[in-house]
């Protein structure tokens, strides 16, 4: 055989070889840091609770505010749709005079 064969089936399985142990790695580092976010949301879930209970009252406050805001806002709405078709109302009298 000749060296430069030897050489390229050589290196072509060293390839392989750490191609594999690559996935491997890759496979076993996924695992690990899916079993390590898990543990850190279970150790965190408490927490997590006890502040969204602390926040609550605030959303519900909020929740509110908005509400109210948004009905001003539609309340406002409606009146400036009534003005606008009053003064278009007049303008068409005025102009059904004229003629």
Do not use: C, H, W, Y
Not at 57 to 69: D, L
Request: aromatic letters at 2%; zero cysteines; hydrophobic letters at 40%.
């Amino acid at each position: 055989m000749n060296l430069k064969k030897v050489a390229r089936k050589l290196t072509k399985k060293a390839k392989k070889e750490g191609t594999k142990l690559a996935k491997s790695a890759i496979k076993e580092g996924g695992k690990l840091a899916r079993s390590t976010a898990k543990k850190i949301a279970k150790a965190a879930a408490p927490k997590i609770k006890e502040l969204r209970k602390k926040a609550q009252p605030k959303i519900k406050q909020a929740r509110k505010v908005a509400e109210k805001k948004f009905a001003e806002g539609v309340d406002a709405a409606k009146e400036a749709l009534k003005d606008g078709l009053a003064a278009s109302a007049k303008s068409l009298k005025k102009a059904s005079k004229s003629m």
